[in-house]
């Protein structure tokens, strides 16, 4: 009986072991298989076939999205454990959607929307990362997006930011974001730069090899995101400090105001080159500045956006940028100022009255010119004096000629009593013979 409940037992002890063996051994096999699972990333080459997107002079977009993507590709592909699609790798048609649904049929970690820009007016410049709204995919879109732009702003390129667009339903305004947040997967949509401004082209405009390393700091950033390591390129970015975002509780909303501050003070002109010293304030509590522009004739024209100092982060503008405006001469002159916030609105400051400046070129020819008519009437009347003595003043003429006559005068009266002399000493010594 008690050999009969030992056996029980025992039998009960071994098949919860065996069980507990099979639990732990299944854990296992799923953690390594889970382990082992490669990193999916899609690129998608923004535009394709009959959409061309952006075009300027010899430039069209989705020939440089295209060239770009497959140089993310390849050097994504050089790091280990990962696993790189594009959406398409031809110049093709696919609509936005489509564009989503082969990430989430892949299984994807996470899309790039690799895209160029232009603007309106041909006036904007830099790069910009726009994120989904909300939720988590807000958070990781806006890490990486920091990562991305330090790879663009150590290139040379300006940062017009990291940011969100919703549309009026207040979805994501842009569909690969709204598309791939439906399909749950994170997703960025990456502005390289602007093919219609002079200040963007010196980053693209020597040929595809520029282009390819666009590519290559786009597939650096996701290795630093991802803490991708590379034998082949001798890199581990495992570790790396990828900036830390809270998920947001709330949709993140663009910012539609206008900056809160834009004043300025004219400090000093140099009447000499018209040159002129102005100290603009600017501030938008909401995000940043990121342009300034300026007008002379008290806002009818503007000058080209120019970049606004933040020297501390991306997102901290300087409060305060003395700049260097060059005043041109001989005009009444109304200057003010416009600057814009991370979202292009903008914001117009006081006016200034500013008084002619003169010209200094025209008064040193003026004073020459001055110089030149004096030196013109005096020779004018010394050729009067020569060649036209009647046309001279009566009253000046008497004088000399009084003189010689008084000359004359002295002269005969001197020679005659020399004369008389003479006479006087003949008739004296011929008395005495
Ligand atoms: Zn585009």
């Given amino acids: 009986m008690r050999e009969e409940q030992n056996l029980k037992l025992k039998r009960i002890y071994s098949g919860l072991l065996r069980t507990a063996l099979f639990g732990v051994l299944l854990f296992l096999v799923s953690a390594r298989v889970k382990g082992a699972e490669p ?47 594009l959406t398409h790798d031809v110049d093709q048609d696919m609509s936005i959607k489509d564009r989503a649904v082969f990430a989430g049929e892949k299984n994807a970690d996470f899309l790039f929307c690799l895209h160029f820009n232009s603007s309106v007016e041909h006036n904007l410049f830099g790069a910009e990362v726009w994120v989904p709204a909300g939720g988590e995919f807000y958070a990781k879109g806006r890490s990486f997006g920091i990562l991305q732009m330090e790879e663009f702003t150590a290139l040379g390129l300006y940062s017009r930011g ?10 994501n305004y842009y569909g690969i974001l709204r598309y791939c947040t439906e399909e749950g997967i994170p997703s960025v949509l990456i502005e390289h730069c602007h093919l219609d401004h002079p200040k963007d082209q010196p980053f693209y405009r020597q040929g595809d090899a520029q282009l390819m390393e666009l590519g290559r700091l786009d597939a650096t950033a996701a290795a630093k995101y ?7 390129l001798g890199v581990d970015y495992s570790g790396y400090p990828v900036p830390e975002t809270d998920v947001p ?4 909303r663009p910012d539609k105001t206008e900056p809160d501050l834009c004043y300025i003070e004219v400090m000093e002109i140099d009447q000499e080159t018209g040159d002129a010293t102005v100290r603009i304030d600017a501030e938008d509590k909401d995000s940043y500045i990121l342009y300034y522009r300026y007008s002379l004739d008290g806002g009818n024209t503007f000058s080209l956006p120019e970049e606004w100092p933040r020297p501390e982060a991306w ?46 070129e025209r008064l040193r020819r003026e004073e020459e010119e ?44 001197f020679v005659s009593l020399v004369l008389a002399k003479t006479i006087y000493l003949l008739i004296k010594d011929k008395n005495r013979r």
């Fill in 39 to 85: 990193l999916v990333l899609v690129i998608d080459p923004g535009h394709g076939g009959e959409n061309l997107g952006a075009e300027y002079e010899e430039y069209t977009e989705k020939d440089m999205n295209l060239i770009v993507a497959k140089a993310m590709k390849a050097e994504l592909e050089k790091y280990q454990g990962v696993e790189v699609y």
């Fill in 162 to 171: 990291i940011k969100t667009r919703l549309n009026d339903r207040d979805e």
């Fill in 226 to 232: 991802f803490g991708l390591k590379s034998e082949t």
């Fill in 249 to 252: 509780a709330q949709l993140v």
């Fill in 315 to 360: 997102n901290r503008s300087a409060k305060s940028n003395s700049v260097t405006l060059t005043l041109p001469f001989d005009q009444r002159l109304s200057l003010c100022v416009q600057a814009s916030n991370g979202f292009d609105v903008w914001a117009e400051s006081n006016s200034i009255a500013l008084d002619p400046i003169p010209d200094p």
């Fill in 370 to 413: 001055r110089q030149a008519a004096i030196l013109r009437e005096a020779q004018k009347n010394y050729k009067e004096i020569t060649c036209a003595p009647e046309e001279q003043d009566a009253s000046a003429d008497v004088m000399p000629v009084l003189l010689i006559l008084a000359g004359i005068g002295v002269c005969m009266l």
